[in-house]
């Protein structure tokens, strides 16, 4: 009982022991010095042998004891400081006395009564301090032979900082109370900041379920007539049906069934990419080297027309990436610069350049251009200009792009002049 009720009187927040700390380290030197000052200006001055030397060291080995940051120290540093003032004030006391009530050691009394009072942090402790110093005091200048003008000055100031004490200490406590209320309220809100926060998080996660089913119906309800196109392509471009109909493979109707099949498997590859990129479900394992030269050339294959040449300058490098995630980005630049093209005759170059450790894929068109301050508009979600009324375009092939390149260590971005077509840049690690 006994030592849980010192352990809570002697109790300091930390800020308080760092300042409590500096202030005795502080202390102990001043204290060394003013006593010499004292008798070099009053060589007759009167003090116990050692004492000054004793406090100075015991001053300075108390305010570097949390360094040790032991807990036992930590958490009854303010009762050791309280002995300690408590002490080295009523030794203060006893030496005004020997000299009699003189001015230099008179004032060095009051500065560290009143300094105490200021470094202690607990009412009980300031109470104890303030009444034995009065106390102490009042017996040392009634039993001494000093005059009696004397004696009501040195009485009447030591009851000044008696009362002052106690105004310090009020204003103190109602402080403190009024940070402890504002703790509490603080808790209390951070408290139902969390209640929120967990119950928002349990709201998303049911939302995000939800999703994910949806998702998977949607996914499920496209894919079956996908495999329906793709299996009956497949069958009309099957040997036995093109020998009996006699339909040669160079033909125009065997070129337009292959480049249906084509696009019923890009189209299941890019429903599976953006269903596993929007949940989330990519592995690291699905990462894999992608001949980025083959994907491409087989979105050419479906995207190239009459009015639209696309042009690869440089054979494309092979790199670590996921192929889904891969197709989705070139498929959405090359479609973009095909859409948004107001040239009757639309051109687009592909090219590669590789630096230290990255590839730079460029995607170039003779398009409109886009003006600068769009450049980063465009990469937004459901973000799109207006360049042409009867593009079926919903904002999403950009900013699906600048997503599937930044989730993979690399950047995006763009060049362009106003009526002179826009590049388009993106960078893929090296393997």
């Known amino acids: 009982m006994n030592r849980s009720f010192f352990k809570e009187i002697g109790k300091l927040e930390s800020f308080e022991i760092k300042n409590s700390s500096i202030v005795l380290c502080l202390i102990a030197p001043g204290l060394y010095l003013y006593s010499v000052l004292i008798f070099i200006f009053n060589p007759s001055a009167i003090e116990i042998t050692y004492a000054r030397e004793i406090f100075t060291v015991l001053f300075l080995l108390v305010g570097l004891l949390p360094l040790t940051k032991n807990r036992q120290i930590l958490n009854y540093y303010g009762i050791i400081v309280f002995f300690l003032l408590f002490s080295f004030q009523h030794y203060l006391t006893y030496t005004v006395a020997l000299n009699n009530f003189s001015v230099d050691y008179l004032l060095g009394t009051y500065i560290v009564m009143f300094g105490g009072i200021l470094m202690l942090n607990n009412r009980w402790l300031i109470i104890l301090f303030s009444t034995f110093q009065l106390l102490h005091m009042t017996y040392r200048v009634t039993t001494n032979n000093v005059d009696i003008v004397t004696e009501g000055a040195i009485l009447i100031s030591i009851t000044t900082i008696f009362i002052f004490s106690f105004i310090i200490l009020n204003g103190a406590m109602h402080h403190r109370k009024g940070l402890e209320e504002m703790n509490s309220q603080l808790e209390s809100k951070i408290k139902q900041r969390t209640i929120d926060l967990e119950n928002r998080a349990k709201e998303l996660y049911e939302r995000n379920k939800d999703l994910e089913e949806f998702a998977y119906v949607v996914s499920h309800d496209l ?127 592909i090219d590669v350049d590789e630096k230290f450790k990255d590839y730079v894929f460029s995607i170039s068109d003779n398009g409109p251009g886009i003006a600068e301050k769009y450049h980063q508009k465009i990469f937004q979600l459901f973000q799109k200009l207006e360049l042409q009324a009867h593009v079926d375009s919903i904002g999403i092939g950009l900013a699906l792009v600048k997503k599937i390149i930044e989730r993979n260590g690399g950047k995006v971005w763009l060049e362009s002049k106003k009526g002179e077509g826009t590049t388009f840049y993106f960078m893929v690690s090296k393997p």
């Open 223 to 349: 894919k079956r007539p996908l495999r329906n196109i793709h299996t009956l392509a497949e069958w009309v471009t099957s040997k036995e049906l093109l020998e009996e109909n006699s339909v040669q493979e160079d033909s125009e109707m065997y070129e337009n069934l292959f480049i249906i099949k084509e696009q019923v498997v890009q189209m299941d590859m890019l429903i599976n990419g953006i269903l596993n990129y929007s949940l989330q479900m990519e592995k690291e394992k699905e990462i894999k080297k992608v001949n980025v030269d083959s994907l491409v050339k087989r979105i050419i294959m479906v995207n190239t027309a009459e009015n639209c040449t696309i042009e690869v300058i440089n054979k494309l490098p092979e790199v670590y990436f996921n192929e889904s995630q891969l197709l989705q980005v070139f498929q959405n630049l090359i479609q973009n610069a095909i859409k948004h093209n107001d040239k009757e005759k639309v051109h687009i170059q």
